[in-house]
Nanobody, 115 residues
Framework: QGQLVESGGGLVQPGESLTLSCITS??????MGWYRQPPGKQRELVAT???????NYADPVKDRFTISRDGGETTVYLQMNSLKVEDTAVYFC???????????WGQGTQVTVSS
């Protein structure tokens, strides 16, 4: 049974940076990723990473966010630069197999971007 624990959320001003971390157990996992749920909206994709180096980003975060894993493939990061007010959301870490990429979810971490 996989367990995912996120950390690194907080309150920042527009233009600042933040790095989220997600420590996993039960892996390594073929696919790991980040989703987010803005206030009053549905959950949406942020970025995914598969073993072998394939990454995928949602258009609103391309060129600002970077997903990466540690060498042991047990921790996934989300480096967020040039944060905008519209990036405010609860961010969730995900992990899974090639046929079930969203098998496990973390509890979420709040990111608030406000001046």
């Amino acid at each position: 049974q996989g367990q995912l624990v996120e950390s690194g959320g907080g309150l920042v001003q527009p233009g600042e940076s933040l790095t989220l971390s997600c420590i996993t157990s039960g892996g390594p996992y073929n696919t790991m990723g980040w989703y987010r749920q803005p206030p009053g909206k549905q959950r949406e994709l942020v970025a995914t990473d598969t073993i072998g180096g394939t990454t995928n980003y949602a258009d609103p975060v391309k060129d600002r966010f970077t997903i990466s894993r540690d060498g042991g493939e047990t921790t996934v990061y989300l480096q967020m630069n040039s944060l905008k007010v519209e990036d405010t959301a609860v961010y969730f870490c995900t992990a899974g197999t090639s046929w079930a990429p969203l098998l496990y979810w973390g509890q979420g971490t709040q990111v608030t971007v406000s001046s």
